[in-house]
């Protein structure tokens, strides 16, 4: 196939390509993705993440999502990582259209203070911040870190009341909250974050979980929802289920978002072999007990396999292996569930990003007039990747 490139602007920057799917991925904050593999060529250091975030919205991605954790449970806890939001204040400052989807857990930031810190980056970046709100589940990092480790549904109480007042100080004056969890006098918060909208005055809240009480905290309080990755179908019945749930709180509709893990290769072969290179399993790896206290830690709504520990949250379920043909028609099918976000994956990231752009989104999802179309999966042979 004929590789495209992207109409890149005076300043270097490509313009926001016109689809209706958003192509977003995970910022390498712990140097890398594959818990059997020791060096992905992608270390988490800044001068890498600032090199990837800005040579990516030259090659047509929207979106970058900046986990937050203090250890590193890819690599194992004593390997480096970085810090989410000192990275994000960071990027904003030299990045121009790329949203930065921060990670942020209520247990380890005080809502008021976290607030203040947000609205400061979203000046900085032109409107360009979002939280992914995440309730803590590894109980080893908190006790290092001299933070309480809340149990399950603890953390969606505590979710729900920390949401109540971020929103508050970004929305009033004056704003006070006696609750459970935190005690607010007359806070004062100047100046405010960027509105996205009338019914939207804040940066955009994603957040993901699947037990009902995180199901029912997301229908109600945030903006976007957010999956681990699934087949379409699947993702399909989730949208239906988290759209009829939003509908009862008279709110805009909710965005969806699933998480993959992406091998795009001239011919299937070839990617079936890198798939079996990534998830030659060894348990012995620095990750896999970290792996096991997530696995303790949350309500998830299907067994995970031993081949999950591979990639994290559950990337190869996405079923993005194969052609770029194959994984064309894979998105489609995405796009077709209700999907407004990808969030991918990649190993080595650059260059593998680059791949992904030349061969998947600028021929079949770029801007192009005569852009491909991607083929239905009844014409598209699909891998044994994600099945249900």
Not at 52 to 81: M, V
């Amino acid at each position: 196939m004929t590789n495209r490139t992207l109409n890149i602007s005076a300043n270097g920057i490509a313009p926001p390509a016109r689809k209706r799917i958003r192509f977003g991925y995970w910022m390498p904050v712990f140097g890398g993705w594959l818990r059997n593999v020791e060096d992905e060529n992608m270390p988490a250091t800044w001068d890498y993440v600032k090199r990837l975030a800005q040579r990516s919205e030259q090659i047509g991605f929207d979106l970058s999502l900046i986990a937050e954790l203090n250890l590193n449970d890819i690599k194992g806890a004593h390997a480096p990582s970085l810090d989410a939001w000192s990275t994000a204040a960071a990027l904003a400052a030299v990045t121009e259209r790329l949203e930065l989807m921060v990670a942020v857990r209520p247990t380890f930031h005080l809502p008021a203070l976290l607030a203040k810190q947000a609205a400061n980056i979203d000046l900085i970046s032109g409107g360009r911040l979002s939280l992914n709100v995440v309730s803590s589940w590894w109980a080893e990092e908190a006790s290092q870190f001299g933070v309480q480790f809340d149990q399950h549904d603890d953390r969606y109480a505590r979710t729900n009341e920390w949401l109540h007042v971020v929103k508050g100080v970004w929305t009033a004056d004056d704003f006070s909250h006696d609750g459970r969890y935190y005690n607010i006098r007359r806070n004062v918060l100047h100046p405010k974050p960027l509105a996205r909208s009338r019914e939207q005055r804040w940066p955009t809240l994603y957040a993901g979980g699947e037990s009902p009480a995180a199901k029912e905290l997301i229908a109600r309080e945030c903006d976007a929802y957010v999956m681990h990755g699934d087949a379409p179908e699947t993702i399909r019945s989730k949208v239906t289920d988290l759209s009829a749930r939003r509908a009862k709180h008279d709110r805009p509709p909710l965005k969806f978002g699933v998480a993959g893990y992406v091998i795009v290769r001239d011919t299937e072969a070839e990617a079936q072999r890198e798939l079996a290179r990534i998830t030659d399993v060894k348990q012995s790896a620095a990750g896999f007990a970290n792996y096991q206290e997530w696995i303790a830690g949350t309500q998830l709504e299907k067994r995970v396999s031993i081949s999950d520990y591979s990639v994290s949250n559950r990337g190869l379920h996405s079923g993005l292996v194969g052609t770029p043909e194959q994984v064309a028609a894979r998105i489609a099918e995405f796009e077709d569930a209700g999907v407004d976000l990808l969030l991918l994956q990649f190993s080595p990231q650059l260059e593998e990003m680059e791949r992904f752009s030349a061969q998947v989104i600028q021929p079949f999802f770029g801007e192009q007039p005569s852009r491909k179309q991607p083929q239905s999966a009844a014409t598209v042979e699909g891998v044994a990747v994600g099945a249900d």
